[in-house]
Structure formats: C-alpha cells, structure tokens
C-alpha cells in the first residue's frame, strides 16, 4: 500500500499517522511520506489533521534549508577558545591563599578551573551573535556581569577565615560561575522571549550539548591515551604543555564545537530541530532509562533501612546522594518531549506516569539527604559547603513538589506545558540561589584574624589552616583546650569531650609556653569551675 493510500486511512488517526511517519523515518522514504501528505492536503486542505502536518512538514524543511553550520565563525572562535584554555592551565596560573598574620601562602586550585565557564560562555556568546542575530549589547552586558563576578570571587575569598572556608568557597564557585555562565548564554540565546517554552528549550538544547561534548571528550580521551601510549613505547615522553593542549584546550574547543552542532543561532530555542538527529537520539536514551532509574530508586530505598545511619556520618555517601538528585533531574528534562507530537498519545502517558513516580521517589531521597545534612551541620557548624546545599535540596524538593502540584492541577490533557512551566521556574531558582553564592558566602563566612593576631606565631597558623573545633593539647599535659575567639577553653574531662561531639583526631599538639600564651575562655561546661593551665 503506497503512503498515499495510507495517508488518507489515517485521515482521522493522528497516532497512527505518527507512527507511520517514523516508520517512513527507519525506512529512509521520508520523501515519499511527505509527498502523500502534501498530495492529501492539496486534495482535502479542511482536514485539521492533514494541514498540522503540512505546517510540520514546511517547518522542517524550512529548518533544513535554513540549518547550515556557521563554521566559519565556529572553529575560529573554538581555536580561540581552546588556546586561551591551554595558557591559563598552566602551573603558574594558581589562586593562592595567604594567611594574614604570618604571611604562609598556599596554592588552592588552578585558575583555569574558576575561569574556564565564564571564557568559554563569553565565546559562545560571541558565536551566537556573530552566526545569529547580532544582539551586541547583551553580549557585552554579558561578558561584563561575568568579569565582574570573577573579580568579586577573587577578591573577596580573602577575607573569608579559616583557610577552610576559603578553599570550600573557591571550590564552589567552580560549580557556581559555570552556572552564572550558562544563564549569561541563556541571555543572549533567548533575546527578549523568556516564557516557559522558550526556556525549557534552552535547559533541552543546553543539555544536548552537554552530551555531545561529552561524547567528543571520550573520543579524544581514547586518542590522547593511544598517542601518549605510542610515544611512551618508544621512550618519549611528551612534555606537560602537549598534554595540556589536548586536555585543556581540547575542552575548549570542544565545548563551542558541540554547542554549532546542536544549536542554530538563527533560530530562537523553541524553534530549534528536537525531532531528528541527535536530539531524538538523546531524548530516546534518556526516556528509555526512566523506568531502570525508577527501579534503581526504588530498590535503593529498599535497603536505606538497612544502612540509614551512612550519610549521616559519611560526607562521601552525602555528596553521591546529590549528584545522584541533580542526575534524576537532569534525566526527567532530557526525557520532557518539547513538543507533543514528538511522542504519540500512549508515550506520553507512560512517560508522565513514569516522571511522577521518578519525582516521588527522588523527594524522599532528597529529604533523606537534606536531613543528613542538617543533622551534620547542628552537631558541628555551618560551612559554605553545607548552607550551599541545604539550599540546593531544598530548591530541589521545592521543584519536584512543584512538578506533582502542576501534574495534578492541569491533569493529562496539560501535563506537558506543566513540565515545561515547572522548569522553567527551576532554571531561575538555580541562578539566583548560585548568584546568592557567589555574592553572600564571603560575608556570611568572613573572618576577624585580628581575634589570634596577638597570639604565638603557631597557634595563628593553627587558627588559620584548621577548621572549627580547633583542639590543643600539650605533650606534657593531660589538659585538651578549644580554641574559640582567641582564647583556650579547658574541657573539663573525657565525658564531656565525647559529649561535644569532638574527636580524638582532630587534637592538636602544641608547644606547652605556646599553648600557655593563649588567654582563657570560659570552661565547658561553664560550671566546671577555674581553667587549668597546661
């Protein structure tokens, strides 16, 4: 039966409609299906269903004709991007951290890792307005906003005490300037059109990308071990620069590279290709893990009561559980359809069903982490580290509690702009919780050196490095002191010392004279009467 006889069958069946177009798809007859229907709707231009498709159909090959990667913008600016990249991993690029009162430095991270999302967000902006629509003055109000918030993180860290604190804010501002960076995209991308659609578009096409470049650093992670592996057999070593080309630089460039072949910057995100190449490809990977990560949940909630007490007293358990979260999100947007007819009427189904039982499972575990973490924070202090996130469990529960509400309200008939609105809402959460980040932690956390400024040279180092409970004890003493605002606060016995929660790791031993120097505190407990000296 020739596609036009089936065209006309199907005249009152969308679903099965669909469902012949993909098979046309497989069968490389694509032509041929859209000539049938293009000949129906000549024929019968009344019939709804005949003219969505002709609409589809003209939409498609206007995108096809229209798609053509600028290259020529493209691989210049992914050459340039890279390059940049590869000078600055160099080994004399560092932060560095450096203790006030005895001038003891040291190197906390490379720089290239605080600076490589906002350079490569700058040249991806730059790729947009150069290939699309040249909206010049958001690429510089861009750029600017993401100069300024590295000069801020720069900057202001310092003040921050202990070098705990320090090190904690820098490694989180990795995390939160790349995602300062992807919004600074967002900017330019979508212009003036922030609905929901569009966003949700822009978070669909983001994560595509993200796909693609990993796929590409895998190929050029196995090309790099097969070149180094050759010249190792013959006794050559290459020299620390060629492997930084190839992995910071390679970063580089292939960050622009997947983002010119996944995104049109002609187009705007909502009117991106979602229903061929690699888009269906992801988008059918992800939907096909969905029920294996529901499974998964659902036998890991099993044995939680059987190991509840490991992320309580396991940081690293507490640190999987949230990126275990961000994955679970990350997969309910790449399975999300961005348009309903990329999904016939029982996928959607099943896929609702699916991502509603997904987000059931991923709020308790989320709950589950979020107490964790509360529970460490009230026996110990708040870090950056902790109150950064809190927020993000909380953020995250709010989202998928938001997700069920707006399942229920709109019902199946609506559930797709319902997943469209509910991360459209996320996306602005995430900014401004990172711009919180990256703007509060220094001030929430900031620190008074002038506390130990008077202080042997020793405990001021010990102040510095340690993180809170700082525990000293000398080696001809029995006596074990808190450092607490510069002074030494006697802990009365060994009871009390388990009673505070502090450890036997972490006591410190100094010299007597020196431990001596440090004024007294109050007891703990306060009653236990006047301070022994060591």
Request: net charge neutral; with cysteine.
């Amino acid at each position: 039966m020739s596609y036009l006889e089936l065209t006309r069958q199907l005249a009152a069946d969308p679903e099965q409609l669909e469902l012949t177009y993909q098979q046309a798809l497989v069968a490389g007859e694509a032509d041929a299906f859209s000539e049938a229907v293009e000949s129906a709707y000549s024929a019968d231009s009344a019939n709804l269903l005949y003219a969505a498709w002709h609409y589809r159909l003209a939409h498609m090959a206007a995108t096809a004709a229209r798609r053509v990667i600028a290259w020529e913008w493209a691989i210049p600016l992914a050459v340039l991007n890279g390059l940049l990249l590869w000078l600055l991993s160099d080994n004399t690029f560092t932060v560095r951290v450096t203790n006030p009162l005895t001038n003891v430095g040291y190197d906390i991270l490379p720089v290239v890792a605080l600076l490589a999302a906002p350079i490569s967000a700058a040249v991806i902006t730059l790729f947009l307005t150069l290939a699309g629509s040249r909206r010049w003055g958001r690429l510089a109000a861009v750029a600017l906003g993401l100069a300024a918030a590295v000069v801020y993180v720069l900057l202001l860290f310092q003040m921050m005490w202990p070098r705990f604190f320090q090190e904690q804010y820098l490694s989180l501002m990795v995390m939160n300037l790349a995602l300062l960076a992807w919004a600074g995209v967002g900017i330019v991308a979508l212009a003036k059109r922030f609905g929901a659609d569009q966003r949700f578009a822009f978070l669909f096409k983001s994560l595509e990308a993200l796909v693609v470049a990993g796929l590409f650093a895998i190929a050029g992670g196995i090309f790099m071990a097969i070149t180094f592996g050759l010249f190792g057999a013959l006794g050559i070593n290459l020299p620390d620069a060629v492997a930084r080309l190839f992995i910071a630089g390679g970063a580089g460039l292939i960050i622009v590279v997947a983002v010119a072949l996944v995104y049109d910057p002609a187009a705007q995100p909502a009117e991106q290709s979602f229903d061929e190449g690699l888009s269906k490809l992801i988008a059918l990977l992800l939907r096909l893990l969905l029920p294996l990560t529901v499974g998964v949940l659902l036998i890991y909630l099993a044995v939680i009561p059987f190991n509840f007490r490991e992320p309580f007293e396991n940081r690293d358990v507490l640190v999987v559980f949230n990126v275990m979260l961000f994955a679970v999100l990350a997969l309910m947007i790449g399975a999300t359809p961005v348009r309903g007819l990329d999904v016939s009427a029982p996928g959607q189904t099943w896929l609702r069903r699916g991502i509603i039982a997904l987000a059931l499972l991923a709020i308790l575990v989320s709950v589950y982490a979020l107490a964790a973490i509360v529970y460490r924070t009230t026996i110990d202090r708040l870090t950056p580290n902790r109150l950064t996130f809190i927020g993000w469990d909380i953020i995250n529960i709010g989202i998928l509690l938001l997700l069920l509400v707006k399942q229920i309200q709109g019902g199946r008939a609506r559930w797709l702009p319902a997943m469209h609105r509910t991360f459209a809402v996320a996306t602005v959460l995430y900014v401004v919780w990172s711009l919180f980040g990256v703007v509060a932690l220094p001030w929430l956390f900031r620190g008074d050196p002038a506390q130990v400024a008077g202080l042997p040279a020793r405990i001021q180092q010990i102040a510095y490095d340690e993180p809170y409970p700082v525990l000293l004890k000398c080696g001809t003493s029995p006596h074990i002191y808190l450092l607490d605002n510069g002074e030494k606060r006697w802990i009365k016995d060994i009871p009390t010392f388990e009673t505070q929660g502090f450890r036997w790791n972490d006591v410190i031993y100094v010299n007597c004279d020196d431990l001596a120097a440090v004024p007294d505190g109050v007891p703990i407990p306060l009653e236990a009467g006047p301070p022994p000296q060591p």
